[in-house]
Every structure is written in C-alpha cells, then in structure tokens.
C-alpha cells in the first residue's frame, strides 16, 4: 500500500464504528469511513473534543454537527497551503492521502527537468476537484492544466494556488466537462506529458450524460490516451469506487498505455497511517504509469 505518511498538519488518531478521528491543523473531526467495519474502544480523548462531526443518515446522505468549527480554516503540506471548509457529503476539499501520489509525481516532474532545464512539462489534471494534484505539479515546475465541471471547485483551486504561492504559476482553470475537453483537444492536435485522472464513481454530462465509472472509465482512459504526448512521463489514475481494484486499473493502463508506449505500471491501494495503533486505513486504489522505471 502507499502510505501519505508525510503529513504534519494532518493525521488520523483513530477508528471505529464506521468513524474516523482525524486532526485537520487544529481542529478534530469525525467522520464516516466505509472501511472502518471494526468496533474498538474509542480511548482517544480527541472522540470527546471534537471540533465537527458529520453523521450519516440511514436514508442516505447527512448533516454536520458543529462544536467551535470556523467556516474556513488552512493547513500545509511542504510548501503547498488548502483552505478546508466542511460542506456536502462529509467533505473538506481535500483528499490527504493523494499526497502519497503527489510525491510520486512531483519526483518525477522535478528529474525531467534536471534532464533538460529549457524543457516544458505539461501536466493535464482531469476532475481536478480543488487543486492538489494541480498544486504539486505546479511546484515541481510543470505547466498545467486545470479542468472540472464545477465552478466552486475551480474557484476553490485558484485560491489554494493563491495561497501556496502559486498565483502566477502557468496553471490553466477551465470550468468544463472533462469528455467533451479531450475531445476538443483531440481535434486541435494538443498533447501532454503527463495526465492525472481522478473520476466519480458517478456523474452527468451538460446535457444529462449518465456517467457511471465501471461503464464509462474504460473508453474515456482509451480516449484521453491519445493526448499523450510522443515523450510522455507518466499517467495516474485513481479510484474510489469499490469495484476498480488496483489490478483493476492496474489493466487498463496496461491494455491502453503500456500498449502504445511502452513503460511500466504498478498499482496499489493508498491509505493513511493511524497514529493510535499504527494500522493503515485503505483509501481508495491508485494505478501509475510511468516511462521510466519505478
């Protein structure tokens, strides 16, 4: 498993009962975590302080439960700073464990450039919700490309950016609907270095398009490869839906990618250390492609 075990201002204290505890900077939050099936003491004092909580509904969905919560707070990664704030679903705007692949990718964005200091590394992130993978690539000194339908969520990135520094980085937001941006781009001749994809299990188009990942990953992964260009670095997928396991994703990158560029790819699941008894809690499954070696 791939661990972001480099996190300061972030860490899960603990689990159980379908919750986790985990410390965002100074605030405690609790909550829902499909994978915690396990019911263990909840010793931590942190259980009792907690800052927020979100509780699910048995109806689906749920609600926050405030306890001294500012609206908006911050923490850091390296030298990159998010803005967090609770809103629907459980969410924060922020997905921590990402961090174990933007280590990953921002070595290899920092080598390539070693290699050839005049050379522009374009980086296109797809679904790329508020911006972290956008940010480390930024940093490691890629030109980058922005995209997601959500307006919010753009907005949301450039002031990440903003915030880390990063204001003038040649960083490109679009608001737009990631389908219909590739292929927009296959029709204009433009490549990319490298691509990051981090799809819904579920979704719509701008005119309705069901999006289901198990349907529709495969020809979208098949159609987004084409944009590679002949150079290309690396490709990562990721995936939180239960289903996609990372021999899964592991596959499809090698059917698609290896197929027509050669390189290697290597999956596994990412997850998050748990400081009270150093468990690692499974986040989601990631598959990287690179041209190099690992």
Same mark, same amino acid.
């Given at each position: $498993?791939?661990?972001? #075990?480099?996190?300061?201002?972030?860490?899960?204290?603990? =689990?159980?009962?379908?919750?986790? @505890?985990?410390?965002?900077?100074?605030?405690?939050?609790?909550?829902?975590?499909?994978?915690?099936?396990?019911?263990?003491?909840? /010793?931590?004092?942190?259980? /009792?302080?907690?800052?927020?909580?979100?509780?699910?509904?048995?109806? %689906?969905?749920?609600?926050?439960?405030?306890?001294?919560?500012?609206?908006?707070?911050?923490?850091?990664?390296?030298? @990159? =700073?998010?803005?967090?704030?609770? !809103?629907?679903?459980?969410?924060?705007?922020? !997905?921590?464990?990402?961090?174990?692949?933007?280590?990953?990718? &921002? &070595? *290899? *964005?920092?080598?390539?450039?070693? /290699?050839?200091?005049?050379?522009?590394?374009?980086?296109?992130?797809?679904?790329?919700?508020?911006?972290?993978?956008? @940010?480390?690539?930024?940093?490691? %000194?890629?030109?980058?490309?922005?995209?997601?339908?959500?307006? +919010? $969520?753009? =907005?949301?990135?450039?002031?990440?950016?903003?915030?880390?520094? @990063?204001?003038?980085?040649?960083?490109?937001?679009?608001?737009?609907?990631?389908?219909?941006?590739?292929?927009?781009?296959?029709?204009?001749?433009?490549?990319?270095?490298?691509?990051?994809?981090?799809?819904?299990?579920? +979704?719509?188009?701008?005119? %309705?398009?069901?999006?289901?990942?198990?349907?529709? *990953?495969?020809?979208?992964?098949?159609?987004?490869?084409?944009?590679?260009?002949?150079?290309?670095?690396?490709?990562?997928?990721?995936?939180? =839906?239960? +289903?996609?396991?990372?021999?899964?994703?592991?596959? $499809?990158?090698?059917?698609?990618?290896?197929? #027509?560029? +050669?390189?290697?790819?290597?999956? &596994?699941?990412?997850?998050?250390?748990? &400081?009270?008894?150093?468990?690692?809690?499974?986040?989601?499954?990631?598959?990287?492609?690179?041209?190099?070696?690992?």
């Amino acid at each position: $498993m791939w661990t972001a #075990d480099n996190w300061n201002d972030y860490e899960v204290l603990d =689990t159980s009962a379908g919750e986790k @505890l985990e410390r965002w900077g100074d605030y405690l939050l609790v909550r829902p975590d499909p994978q915690v099936i396990w019911n263990t003491p909840k /010793k931590h004092p942190g259980w /009792k302080k907690r800052n927020g909580h979100y509780h699910r509904s048995a109806k %689906g969905g749920g609600e926050w439960e405030f306890f001294d919560l500012p609206d908006e707070w911050s923490i850091r990664y390296r030298d @990159l =700073t998010f803005h967090l704030k609770p !809103f629907s679903f459980k969410h924060t705007g922020l !997905f921590p464990e990402q961090a174990a692949n933007w280590d990953w990718f &921002s &070595s *290899i *964005i920092k080598d390539a450039r070693k /290699k050839d200091a005049g050379r522009t590394i374009k980086v296109l992130n797809l679904f790329a919700y508020t911006g972290g993978a956008t @940010l480390a690539a930024a940093k490691a %000194g890629a030109q980058v490309t922005h995209v997601d339908a959500s307006k +919010g $969520m753009v =907005t949301w990135a450039k002031e990440n950016a903003a915030a880390s520094g @990063l204001a003038d980085a040649p960083i490109r937001y679009l608001v737009d609907d990631c389908m219909k941006f590739v292929e927009r781009e296959i029709r204009r001749g433009n490549t990319y270095d490298a691509i990051i994809m981090d799809p819904p299990s579920y +979704g719509r188009g701008p005119k %309705g398009e069901i999006w289901k990942i198990e349907e529709s *990953i495969f020809p979208f992964l098949t159609l987004t490869a084409k944009i590679l260009s002949k150079d290309a670095l690396f490709f990562l997928l990721n995936s939180y =839906t239960t +289903g996609l396991q990372p021999a899964v994703l592991s596959y $499809m990158l090698h059917t698609v990618v290896v197929r #027509d560029f +050669g390189g290697q790819v290597q999956a &596994s699941e990412i997850g998050l250390p748990v &400081s009270t008894n150093g468990l690692i809690l499974p986040c989601g499954a990631s598959a990287r492609w690179s041209a190099g070696t690992f």
